[in-house]
């Protein structure tokens, strides 16, 4: 059983303004929503010489585009770019649904490799210059793997069992502006990069196996925002705010009601690589220039692997000889924050 999205989204707005007051401007916003759901609902009943699978599955890769021009003695311009995307991801065997034997792996997957980006352009020339650019990225919806109170291998052991969530998630921003103004030029560039939500693997019934039995949790998660502002004139100033944030919950759970009895190794794990980035440089030049930045990288999310539930047997993978049980959290994180805002 499968159930599969592949989204995709581009927006693109332009602008381009001359004249003695030049005014451009260029938005796009766009709200994306997305649920995919597998499910093996209470009640059924499922036998099979194979394998059993139950998979959700989203695909997305979305962009948007702002770029603004305006020339003139006095030039305003503008350019903002939003995209929320919130894409969830759900396979799952309901409690009260049994499968009483597989001879195959029983497996539930969710799996999302989403990617939501922005880019906003504007240039401004002239006596005077006025621009402000914003570029928002924000990838939410969980990634859910779940097995309720569900007896497998109930009549004689099933071969296997596999819950798996893997979330491939990134989010990239870039914002550009560039004032040229002879006698005063004024810029401001803001670029925010957010991750969120869960991804969430779960066995909470029982199953008695001939194999091997995996629950796991896996998560790639890459939230970057960068920003140029340039600014020229007797008098100069620019401020740029870019931030870069990833709170996304990574966990691998076997609950207190579960019970695994496995002829082969069981591996709980919960494996997470999430990078968080940001890049500021903001340059302003003439008599009198003036150049502020703030530039915030964090990432707090959590990785956890737990066992509450029972253990009542399992046998050695012939590629891990030498673990029975695994409960493996593992997590490498990394943020920076980079800042260059020269004034002269």
Known sequence: MTAEEQNSYFGVAGSAAGG????????????????????????????????????ARTTEDSFGIAVAGAAGAVTISGQIVIIDSDAAQTA????????????????VDAFADREV??????????????????????????????IGNVTIGGASPSGGLRVSADARLRAPVQVYSVQGGILASVLGA????TISGRTEAEFAGTAILSGAAAIEARGRY???????????GLVSAGANVVSADISRITTALVTGAATLTAGGAISVAADTRAAASTNVINASGGFAAFSAASS????????????LGRILGS????????????RMPRRRSSASADSCRPAV
């Open 20 to 55: 003695v007051v030049g005014i451009g401007g260029s938005v796009v916003i766009a709200t994306l929503r997305s649920n995919v759901t597998a499910t093996v609902s209470s009640g059924v009943s499922i036998t099979a010489g194979g394998n059993v699978t139950v998979r």
């Open 92 to 107: 799952q065997i309901v409690s009260g649904a049994v499968i009483p034997h597989a001879g195959g792996t029983v497996g």
């Open 117 to 146: 980006g922005t880019l906003a352009l504007g240039i401004g020339l002239g006596a005077a210059a006025v621009g402000v650019a914003i570029g928002i990225s924000t990838i939410t919806g969980d990634t859910r793997a779940l």
């Open 190 to 193: 803001g670029a925010t990069s």
């Open 222 to 232: 890459t939230s970057d925002s960068r920003t140029i502002g340039i600014g020229t």
């Open 296 to 307: 915030i990288a964090e990432v707090s999310g959590r990785t956890t692997a737990i066992v």
């Open 315 to 326: 046998g050695r993978s012939p590629s891990r000889p030498s673990r029975r049980t695994g």
